[in-house]
């Protein structure tokens, strides 16, 4: 498993870079493509718990969103969600009549999935399109590939204390800690080495790097809470050794948003 992951890790990691360096089309056909899949996962988790969310409308609301956001940017949002929402009603509707008595909560199915991964998910865009957008994105990426690696080692190496044992037992606060700790030094000394290239000081990036450390876990722990729901160990196959696209964006998903926000409003008052 571990070999499997180091590989896929080894592959998937420098083509995020690279396709966060050139940006335009090449960077958005990347997160298209994971996000699309990570939503056909996200419908066949929901499907497993006896819902029946459609493909075609949470795959749908992804794309309306990637693109409204890459096209228009936030002026896109209102008529993003009210397209969303009028379809959505109107395609559950039709299965009530047809005889689906639970198509009101697969309403919430497939609002909820195409909103997550959609407006979550065009935050990749947003934050690429900052000044110095390309390094804030691979910022970005490594504090939180080295939070999850410094969970991961220090959790199996010396984890003991359950963090949350019921969501998922294999995650210890030791892990947390570790993982805390990797994403505030990679905040604080990739500064040091990108400061040719970015406006970030090592006390800013340690900022940021503590507050992801601090709340991608989360993001992890959400779409774990769907898995345990349906007893799925992972949201798919796709990536040998990682699960799913949707095990893989978890805790980009929250990461993205929140870095935007913080260097956006928070940055300038530091």
């Not at 298209?32 to 939503?39: D, E, H, N, S, Y």
């Not at 896109?76 to 005889?99: C, D, K």
């Not at 497939?110 to 959609?118: F, K, N, P, Q, V």
């Amino acid at each position: 498993m571990l070999r499997q992951r180091t590989i896929v890790a080894l592959i998937l990691g420098p083509l995020a870079l690279l396709s966060a360096y050139l940006g335009g089309a090449v960077y958005a056909a990347l997160i298209i493509t994971m996000l699309v899949i990570a939503a056909w996962e996200y419908t066949q988790l929901l499907r497993a718990a006896q819902l029946e969310p459609s493909h075609f409308l949470v795959i749908g609301g992804v794309l309306l969103f990637i693109l409204g956001r890459a096209l228009t940017g936030f002026e896109s949002a209102p008529w993003s969600f009210t397209i969303l929402l009028l379809f959505s009603a109107a395609y559950h509707l039709v299965r009530f009549e047809q005889g689906r008595d639970a198509a009101g909560t697969d309403l919430s199915a497939t609002l909820s999935a195409a909103i997550y991964l959609g407006w979550l998910g065009s935050y990749f865009i947003s934050l690429r399109e900052l000044d110095g957008g390309a390094w804030w994105v691979m910022f970005v990426f490594f504090i939180v590939w080295f939070t999850d690696t410094g969970a991961y080692f220090v959790g199996i190496s010396w984890g003991k204390h359950k963090l949350c044992p019921r969501l998922s037992p294999k995650k210890t606060w030791e892990g947390f800690l570790g993982g805390l700790a990797a994403g505030l030094a990679m905040g604080a000394l990739l500064p040091l080495a990108l400061k040719n290239t970015i406006d970030i000081s090592p006390w800013r990036g340690a900022v940021l790097g503590l507050v992801l450390a601090l709340s991608v876990p989360l993001g992890d722990l959400a779409v774990s809470m769907i898995k345990r729901q349906v007893a799925q160990k992972d949201t798919g196959n796709f990536l040998p050794g990682h699960g799913g696209a949707f095990d893989r964006l978890d805790t980009l998903l929250w990461a993205m948003p929140i870095s935007y926000y913080l260097i956006l409003y928070l940055f300038p008052i530091l």
